[in-house]
């Protein structure tokens, strides 16, 4: 079955040290990639998205992702975490050829950035 | 320019009685979602619109929900009669269909129902 997988429930880091936050992905072949960011309150908004070409991939905020094949991930990264980026991050994929409703997310990430 | 507006931001409601959401796309989008999220499951897609015409409504839990988008301003997403295991936070989103299958959903701030 297709799924999403982010390993990590909640992660704590100190403000300005670097982030990585995983997405595995189960899928017969290799879907559209998205990650997503929730605010406390506040809608999902994309941060970045993998279709193809180039597989690291930037976003916006400075959050960059990399796309590797071999190991079906699509992990979130930022070399200095701001305060600001305290949030939920959600890891989406949606499969080729597939439409819009496709969109199958994991169950997110809570980011907490400790001063 | 305007988000995903949504209505009402929080609603709170006693088991059995209905509960109506709205959501107004974003101008000039021709696809709409309705996404329920709970700590439990997560971000559950409920149904999407293309063109104000259903297409996939596998999501929806059970006959209690119904869903409608009379025209591309405007949706709705009513429960009744509802539960508290309808508590949860649904969202709206919306996007343009573009040539490729997929593209950049924009969400509301979302309706916090409580069932109590």
């Known amino acids: 079955a297709q799924s999403v997988t982010q390993p990590d429930i909640h992660i704590t880091v100190s403000e300005g040290a670097s982030l990585e936050l995983r997405c595995n992905y189960s899928?017969?072949?290799?879907?559209?990639l998205f990650w997503y960011v929730q605010s406390p309150g506040q809608g999902l908004q994309l941060l970045l998205k993998y279709f193809s070409g180039d597989t690291l991939v930037q976003g916006i905020k400075g959050f960059e992702a990399e796309f590797k094949r071999s190991q079906s991930s699509f992990n979130l990264r930022k070399p200095s975490v701001h305060w600001s980026d305290a949030a939920e991050y959600f890891c989406?994929?949606?499969?080729?050829?597939?439409?819009?409703?496709?969109?199958?997310f994991g169950k997110g990430t809570k980011l907490s950035v400790k001063p | 320019d305007a988000g995903v507006i949504q209505s009402p931001r929080h609603e709170v409601t006693e088991m059995g009685q209905e509960v109506t959401l709205r959501c107004k796309p974003i101008?000039?989008?021709?696809?709409l979602f309705w996404y329920r999220q709970t700590m439990m499951r997560g971000l559950e897609l409920l149904i999407y619109?293309?063109?104000?015409?259903?297409?996939?409504d596998s999501g929806m839990p059970e006959d209690r929900f119904s869903a409608k988008m009379p025209n591309a301003s405007f949706s709705t997403l009513k429960i009744q009669p509802s539960e508290p295991r309808d508590s949860a936070v649904y969202f709206c989103?919306?996007?343009?269909?573009?040539?490729?299958?997929?593209?950049?959903?924009?969400f509301g701030e979302g309706s916090r129902l409580t069932v109590l």
């Open positions: 989103a919306s996007s343009f269909r573009q040539t490729a299958p997929t593209g950049e959903l924009f």
């Open positions: 101008s000039g989008h021709n696809s």
């Open positions: 619109f293309n063109n104000n015409v259903p297409i996939d």
């Open positions: 989406a994929v949606a499969p080729r050829g597939g439409s819009q409703g496709n969109l199958i």
């Open positions: 899928y017969g072949a290799t879907p559209y």
